[in-house]
């Protein structure tokens, strides 16, 4: 199943926007974070897990890929963090 989060960021002066996309399905229970995310939103992997299930969600068990759209601009900041924690609560 797929769900999608649409946002925007900023990046100097310029908005875009930014689509966060989490699949998750069968298989061993890991988070791929793909779309050009910079060292703390990788890390971010432990605090997105442990965050949904403190607040009482359930994160999906399984392969779970969490995708940043646009790949071609570099995601920075927690702002990322929180999109793939929505999008993972709309997936459960």
């Known amino acids: 199943m797929l769900a999608r989060v649409l946002s925007a960021a900023v990046n100097g002066i310029e908005a875009?926007?930014?689509e966060v996309e989490v699949n998750c399905g069968w298989g061993d229970t890991l988070i791929v974070i793909v779309?050009?995310?910079?060292?703390?939103?990788k890390e971010s992997r432990d605090r997105v897990t442990t965050a949904l299930t403190n607040s009482g969600f359930k994160f999906p068990m399984g392969r779970c890929t969490i995708n940043?759209?646009?790949?071609?601009?570099?995601?920075k900041r927690a702002k990322c963090v929180l999109l793939a924690q929505l999008a993972a609560i709309t997936h459960s």
């Open 68 to 75: 940043l759209a646009p790949a071609d601009v570099k995601k």
């Open 35 to 41: 779309g050009q995310p910079d060292a703390a939103v």
């Open 16 to 18: 875009f926007p930014v």
